[in-house]
């Protein structure tokens, strides 16, 4: 646990954060991730809970398990080459408001937006099949989702505790809706 650490650059020479790199630096309010990185670890910055605003390049194609789960983030911003979001991704970002999953996103994990319960908007990238088991279960402000036409399957309790709810757009290609 790193307390008193206030602001990370990556550099450009790193190809990775490792798993747990900066987990529970409570005092961190900024952080700049280089171009060269390609994978954003496990448990990463969990717990960043002063980290209110993250880009992740363009050079990242993979967020893993729980990278930021129960960071202070308001805006988060992914970039155009990530082609994965692990379980727990972002699960418990109490303060984030909305998400952009570019279309270069395939699959996202279970649970990866539980309980962001401000998050008001999210846009589902064109080339995912699944929304995943709980993926935005308990975002309680959450408002409206449009399912994009490539997703099949929608997972358990994909919206469960998502009181807000109240306009769900189905893509054409839907065919099973788990419970």
């Known amino acids: 646990s790193c307390t008193s650490l206030c602001s990370v650059t990556i550099g450009a020479n ?16 900024n ?3 280089g171009s060269a990185v390609t994978s954003i670890g496990s448990n990463a910055f969990d717990s960043c809970t002063s980290l209110t605003s993250i ?3 363009d050079s990242v ?7 930021f789960t129960q960071a202070g983030l308001i805006t988060v911003t992914i970039g155009a080459n990530v082609t994965t979001i692990g379980d727990y ?9 909305g998400v952009t999953i570019p279309d270069s ?3 996202i994990g279970n649970w990866a937006f539980d309980r962001c319960s401000s998050l008001e908007n999210a846009t589902i990238s064109a080339n995912v099949t699944s929304i995943a088991t709980n993926m935005f279960s308990s975002c309680t402000n959450l408002a409206s989702v449009t399912i994009p ?8 309790h994909a919206f469960s505790g998502c009181h807000d709810l109240a306009s ?3 893509g054409t290609n839907v065919t099973v809706i788990e419970d």
Do not use: K, M, W
């Open 14 to 29: 790193v190809a990775a954060t490792g798993s747990d790199a900066f987990r529970d630096c409570y005092a961190l309010t």
């Open 31 to 33: 952080a700049t991730i």
């Open 55 to 57: 880009t992740i390049p």
């Open 61 to 67: 194609s993979i967020i893993e398990r729980a990278a």
């Open 89 to 97: 991704a972002f699960s418990r970002c109490y303060s984030l408001t």
């Open 105 to 107: 996103v395939t699959g």
């Open 149 to 156: 036409d490539s997703v099949i399957t929608i997972g358990h």
């Open 168 to 170: 769900v757009t189905l």
